[in-house]
Nanobody, 121 residues
Framework: QVQLVESGGGLTQAGGSLRLSCAASGSIFSINKMGWYRQTPGVQRELVAVFISGSTTTYADSVKGRFTISRDNAKNTVYLQMNSLKPEDTAVYYC???????????????WGQGTQVTVSS
């Protein structure tokens, strides 16, 4: 019913920048929360940056001052600008959206397929 398509991952050196995009499409009436999580092997998926309501955002302490989340409501798209990247930022980054579906079909949580970000030292 809803698809999240991510793009923008890749390989960069420490200190570099990458920009991730996530576009939501499908049977969307409105979007509650939307943002980014990341996961490394053997570690629980963790919040990176999320719009928790309206324009209110929350960030992981480890990325504050380096990462910026933004959104284009007309396109149901969120972006994650990642600057001053560190090797410890290496992970698979997942887009997440909590969506109110059309036709009173309720509220559901969706995940993207993930995009790899690798930061070399």
């Amino acid at each position: 019913q809803v698809q999240l398509v991510e793009s923008g991952g890749g390989l960069t050196q420490a200190g570099g920048s990458l920009r991730l995009s996530c576009a939501a499409s499908g049977s969307i009436f409105s979007i509650n929360k939307m943002g980014w999580y990341r996961q490394t092997p053997g570690v629980q998926r963790e919040l990176v940056a999320v719009f928790i309501s309206g324009s209110t955002t929350t960030y992981a302490d480890s990325v504050k001052g380096r990462f910026t989340i933004s959104r284009d409501n007309a396109k149901n798209t969120v972006y994650l600008q990642m600057n001053s990247l560190k090797p410890e930022d290496t992970a698979v980054y997942y887009c997440n959206a909590n969506v109110n579906l059309r036709n009173n079909m309720g509220t559901r949580n969706y995940w993207g397929q993930g995009t790899q970000v690798t930061v070399s030292s």
